[in-house]
């Protein structure tokens, strides 16, 4: 028995509790390693899940815009025909799953002298595919996916909004100007394609963050 108060005590508290501040100060080491390595494993999962999920996105935009420029060459080199207008829409809406709806909208005259503009649209309903005349629903020659690209003269994406009397849903809109004359150089109308901002949404939503997760 060590008693109180001798040099062998106080060596012996001493080394206990040199030991003790080296046992904490290996249990905090340890501890602040893991959680650097854990934040570092989670950091690389969210920047994965993240690029699958943008590569993902990207790949529908591409999509929708291939589809509205080749729909816009195809307007262009095609007869103006009002009745060829709603089954080459219905075929493009078949053939490009990511887009929720796609139109045709053309200039007063197009079509004769007594027209004063058509504007077709088809559009996903369920399982269906069908079309509608937006000329009838509202003036679509003063909504931003008409005048944006006729007055830029080029493509454009919309802002999101809602569109009231076509698709009846959140959306966004890819807009490329159609053009006639020899040298291209009359406007002649606007084709779109459509993507839902539900779709996006859910995409978005459907990543696994955890509870405190976020993605915007």
Not at 96 to 114: D, K, L, N, Q
Request: proline share 5%; hydrophobic share 45%; aromatic share 10%.
């Amino acid at each position: 028995m060590i008693r109180r108060g001798t040099i062998a005590w106080r060596m012996s508290v001493m080394i206990a509790l040199g030991s003790g501040l080296i046992v904490a100060l290996v249990v905090w080491a340890g501890a602040a390693y893991s959680r650097r390595v854990l934040e570092a494993e989670l950091e690389a999962k969210a920047r994965a899940l993240g690029l699958a999920t943008a590569n993902h996105i990207e790949a529908v935009e591409r999509s929708v815009t291939k589809t509205a420029a080749g729909l816009a060459l195809t307007m262009e080199h095609m007869p103006m025909q009002r009745e060829a207008i709603a089954p080459l829409l219905l075929e493009v809406l078949k053939e490009t799953p990511e887009a929720f709806g796609c139109a045709a909208a053309m200039e007063p005259s197009t079509f004769g002298p007594r027209d004063s503009g058509t504007a077709l649209y088809a559009y996903r309903s369920g399982a269906s595919m069908l079309t509608k005349a937006l000329s009838g629903a509202y003036d679509y020659k003063a909504g931003d996916w008409y005048t944006l690209p006729r007055e830029l003269r080029r493509p454009v994406w919309t802002e999101p909004y809602f569109d009231k009397g076509g698709g009846e849903i959140l959306m966004a809109t890819y807009c490329v100007p159609v053009f006639s004359g020899e040298g291209r150089d009359r406007f002649a109308g606007v084709v779109t394609c459509d993507v839902s901002l539900k779709w996006l949404a859910d995409e978005l939503g459907a990543m696994p963050l955890g509870d405190d997760g976020y993605a915007f």
